[in-house]
């Protein structure tokens, strides 16, 4: 079956530890992403890769980092900087389309998240 | 940039219609996404409108006007299972850009 996958479904931590959450896809899609989600709110970007050894910042990438050694694997760490770490966390994959010069991404296909909280 | 601007909260009553409006700005559109997403649960992909006009997939339809850069998702028969925060979304040459969601309660 493919899919997207996302490990450990709840995870807690003790301030001032790093942490590692897992997202791997065996759809064969190009594009990866990382989104953070507080309690009734919407989604919103901390990083993305659209290609293997490449990833960009999104909107709140201060106090994470990631990598993206092999097309299959995003994983996302939180660092101690993060000061306000207790989310839902959502890693997602999407094709990338050549539309003349530009790549376009598709749909976005979303893994279950990890709920992250600090102790 | 991209925003999307839907409003936060919808209340309907079960066997009803109701109507989840999109506004969009953009700076490169190429059309407009629906996610669902329930309570502790991941966003799953709902419909896409590349085109002006009505999309529908049994209950749910979308629809689409660029000129007006507006679009909504009708949901009918509404189920009580329908309740759900519902985003939308702007796929393009950059990354997703997702509206913040709107929260949709089906009341018996």
């Known amino acids: 079956d493919g899919g997207i996958t996302q490990s450990p479904k709840y995870l807690f931590r003790k301030e001032g530890q790093n942490v590692t959450l897992s997202c791997e896809q065996n759809?064969?899609?190009?594009?990866m992403y990382w989104y953070r989600q507080d309690p009734g709110q919407g989604l919103r970007l901390i990083y993305y890769?659209?290609?293997?050894?490449?990833?960009q910042k999104g909107d709140i990438a201060e106090g994470y980092s990631v990598s993206r050694e092999k097309k299959e694997s995003f994983p996302l760490t939180v660092t101690s900087a993060q000061k306000n770490p207790t989310a839902f966390y959502l890693c997602?994959?999407?094709?990338?389309?050549?539309?003349?010069?530009?790549?376009?991404?598709?749909?976005?296909?979303f893994g279950p998240g990890t709920r992250l909280t600090v102790l | 940039g991209q925003s999307l601007e839907q409003p936060s909260e919808v209340t309907a009553v079960e066997g009803a219609i109701v109507q989840i409006n999109c506004t969009y700005q953009t700076s490169g559109f190429y059309g407009l996404s629906w996610y669902q997403q329930h309570d502790g649960g991941a966003p799953t992909f709902l419909s896409y409108n590349a085109l002006d006009g009505l999309e529908e997939t049994g209950r749910f339809s979308s629809f689409l006007s660029r000129s007006d850069s507006y679009g909504y998702l009708l949901l009918q028969e509404l189920q009580m299972k329908d309740s759900a925060s519902y985003f939308c979304?702007?796929?393009?040459?950059?990354?997703?850009?997702f509206g913040k969601g709107t929260r949709l309660s089906v009341i018996a």
């Open positions: 979304a702007a796929p393009g040459n950059t990354p997703l850009v």
């Open positions: 997602a994959s999407s094709p990338r389309v050549a539309r003349g010069q530009h790549f376009y991404t598709d749909t976005q296909y």
């Open positions: 759809l064969n899609h190009d594009a």
């Open positions: 890769s659209q290609i293997v050894n490449d990833f």
